[in-house]
């Protein structure tokens, strides 16, 4: 069919056909059961396409809601393995840069016992062995007992008390019966120091007094003293406070010298001080030391004691350590893997972490400090748990158990075996809260999502609903068109067939065939009248012709023209125009067929109602054209339909009279071209007025 429509509002090919017929065997099938049929296909294949997916993907994504705060726990545990798992990794790294420096050192020739700090920033101190695990060098273990620490003996307290308040000739004297009465090497070393030492300070007391000749003296014979001091076997003896007495007669030669020539003293000083540093000092013994820091102090070269303070400040931290770990060092292991790192590992009551190893014949031995680990560890694990936000990750120490929420845990074996890093949550609540919402969110967008499909259907259901109907309407249009077009062409032919065999020749009778053939090819010129410009108004072709035109003189001469089919209904047209109207700007054709159409319906459906009015009145800025009949009328619900293409009202009533369902929506179109308005006032039974309203003054269309 095409009659101008708009494809969108064609009637759609049946997609939704059913293979069987609803009512098979039964001819055409009934108009009811074929909407049945479509609605039920349309609504299976709603159900199967939209609504049975849709529901399953809700029923799978409201039942992973659960999962998801699985996922969320699992995630969780990954994120604290992870964690652990990195501090972990710091510690065993630590160790691993360790083997490697230590290494690569062995492997250069280079001293494995110093500048500890680049081999580890924990590595405390660092001793090569003999074969019994006992430290060699760069300290050793102190060889003397304390019983065989020897307390001074009376005359010697007394010596050293002369030598302290300035008696030097009294204090010689001591020293000498000291020295020369005893056969203890120790003593006797000891003895022959303070004597040095007496002469040295009687030689600065004489110098201060002027008496420098025999300041001279005493200054010549404290250095050959200490010249013989500084022989073996005297030298390696050691005082009291632990100083090899050779270390302190060299400090006292160099004192004496320096202050005739600076030069060679300042050069004895640092033949000392490297004696000094190289040698392996007694742990417990902090002699070589002290005297080491004294000679930098006061007598060293800028330029050798920057290197030295270094290598001396080393010494003494790894000498400090060594001596709060000698219970440690006392029990270090004799046999120490080759190349290979073995470790003892510290315990609750220990403060070193132990390393072996052997490269070539040298055995070593590396103590870490525990302690500074462990803090180290400590921080770095506060900082990722702080990074994650939701995990806290601790060290626990020997006699702690890990929280029953703790989700990983890893030991720190074998340096550290009492200690274990773990994550737990930080707090629980916060993770049941972030479940929670999580859950809420979920449930709102799988909910939303249901009630989408929900309205998507129903809004399907309504378009296809108005499709259908829509569908229908236009299908009963055609029937109808053809239906309205077969009568008047009837008569038309068998009047003129009639006229054409001389079959009438009856004056009145040849009138009332020729009355009938005109008013027959009227009707049929007003029904493709009207469905021409439905198809031009669907085109969106039609266009209007305003002229200003007497209204009066209109109304009344369509009016009349349509008197005779009125009254063949049996109805009389009545007229009621003012005398006086002004000009209306209207296209003339347009508000004819208007009145054509009202006027028309009125026949159809005012019939029995006697008479058809038509009323115009002025109003300030508008006329209105009223048609009205006194017919079966329209019920409220009809009334917001009629005005709407192809409807036509389900009462048989106006079913049995014959009709396209255009006429109406004809007239609105045309109304609201004029920039007028249109309007029924109707009770069923009671017949019905339509209103036309046409503006006058501005708001009338202009003329084109
Ligand atoms: P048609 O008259 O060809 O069916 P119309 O568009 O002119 O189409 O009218 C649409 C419908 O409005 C009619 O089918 C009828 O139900 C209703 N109608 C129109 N005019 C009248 C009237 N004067 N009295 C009762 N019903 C009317």
Redesign the pocket.
């Known amino acids: 069919m095409r009659f101008g429509i708009p494809s969108s509002e064609r009637p759609k090919p049946k997609r939704f056909h059913l293979k069987v017929p609803w009512n098979k065997g039964d001819g055409a099938p009934h108009e009811r059961s074929r909407g049945l049929r479509e609605g039920l296909s349309f609504a299976l294949l709603l159900a199967s396409t939209i609504v049975l997916p849709a529901f399953l993907l809700s029923v799978v994504a409201w039942s992973s809601i659960q999962s998801e705060e699985l996922a969320i726990d699992g995630e969780l545990n990954q994120q604290a393995k992870l964690a652990v798992d990195d501090v972990a990794d710091m510690h065993f790294a630590t160790f691993a840069q360790f083997e490697t420096a230590a290494r690569q050192r062995a492997t250069a020739n280079l001293p494995l016992t110093s500048n500890l700090s680049a081999l580890s920033p924990h590595l405390r101190a660092a001793y090569r062995l003999d074969n019994a695990g006992r430290p060699l060098h760069p300290l050793t273990m102190g060889r003397l007992t304390p019983e065989e620490v020897l307390s001074p003996t009376q005359p010697h307290q007394r010596a050293i008390q002369s030598e302290r308040i300035g008696e030097h000739q009294q204090a010689k004297l001591a020293y000498r019966e000291l020295w020369e009465h005893t056969t203890d090497s120790r003593v006797l070393a000891e003895a022959r120091y303070g004597e040095a030492r007496n002469l040295w300070r009687a030689a600065l007391d004489a110098h201060a007094s002027g008496e420098v000749e025999l300041a001279e003296q005493f200054f010549s014979e404290a250095e050959q003293l200490a010249r013989v001091l500084m022989q073996p076997p005297l030298a390696n003896s050691r005082d009291l406070r632990g100083y090899r007495l050779g270390d302190l007669a060299a400090f006292l030669s160099a004192s004496i010298t320096s202050r005739t020539h600076e030069a060679q003293g300042r050069s004895q000083f640092q033949t000392l001080l490297n004696e000094l540093l190289e040698r392996s000092w007694t742990i417990g013994n902090a002699s070589e030391a002290a005297l080491a820091q004294r000679i930098l102090h006061a007598h060293a070269d800028e330029s050798w004691s920057r290197n030295a303070s270094g290598i001396l400040e080393e010494r003494a931290n790894a000498l400090e350590w060594s001596e709060s770990i000698q219970d440690e060092i006392a029990l270090l292991p004799a046999n120490a893997p080759r190349r290979e790192f073995r470790y003892v590992g510290a315990r609750e009551d220990t403060r070193a972490v132990w390393a072996f190893t052997q490269f070539g014949e040298d055995i070593y031995a590396f103590s870490f400090d525990a302690h500074a680990l462990i803090a180290d560890l400590q921080t770095h694990a506060a900082n990722r748990g702080q990074r994650e936000g939701l995990l806290e990750v601790s060290i626990l120490g020997p006699f702690e158990t890990p929280s029953a929420t703790s989700l990983s845990q890893v030991a720190l074996a074998p340096q550290l075996p009492f200690a274990t890093i773990t994550a737990k949550p930080t707090n629980l609540q916060a993770l049941d809260t972030l479940k929670r919402t999580t859950r809420t969110r979920r449930r709102v967008v799988v909910s939303i999502a249901l009630l989408s499909v929900l309205f998507g259907v129903l809004l399907s259901a309504r378009i296809l609903g108005r499709e259908m109907e829509s569908a229908n309407m236009k299908a009963d249009f055609a029937a109808n068109v053809s239906h309205e077009l077969r009568s008047p062409i009837t008569q038309i032919r068998l009047k003129g067939e009639a006229l054409q065999l001389g079959l009438t020749t009856d004056e009145e009778d040849l009138h009332r065939h020729y009355d009938a053939i005109v008013h027959e090819s009227e009707r049929l010129s007003r029904l493709v009248d009207n469905v021409l410009d439905f198809a031009a108004i669907e085109r969106g072709a039609k266009r209007y012709q305003m002229r200003p035109e007497d209204l009066r003189e209109l109304v009344a001469t369509t009016g009349e023209a349509m008197r005779q089919p009125l009254a063949q209904r049996g109805l009389e047209l009545e007229l009621d125009i003012p005398d006086e109207l002004p000009a209306v700007s209207i296209d003339r054709e347009a508000i004819k067929q208007v009145i054509i159409?009202l006027l028309s319906?009125?026949a159809?459906?005012?019939a029995d109602g006697e008479w058809v009015r038509i009323r115009v009145r002025l109003a300030l800025d508008s006329i209105d054209i009223s048609v009205v009949?006194r017919?079966?009328?329209?019920s409220k619900s009809?009334q917001e339909k009629?005005f709407e293409e192809f409807?036509?009202?389900a009462?048989t009533r106006?079913r049995r009279k014959k009709?396209?369902?255009?006429?109406?929506?004809i007239v609105r179109y045309i109304i609201s071209a004029h920039g007028g308005s249109l309007s029924v006032d109707?009770e069923p039974g009671q017949g019905?007025t339509?209103t036309v309203t046409l503006p006058l003054g501005p708001n009338a269309p202009s003329p084109e």
């Open positions: 159409n319906n009125a159809k459906y005012g009949d017919g079966i009328g329209i009809d009629i409807y036509r009202s009462d106006v009709g396209t369902g255009i006429g109406l929506s109707s019905a339509f």
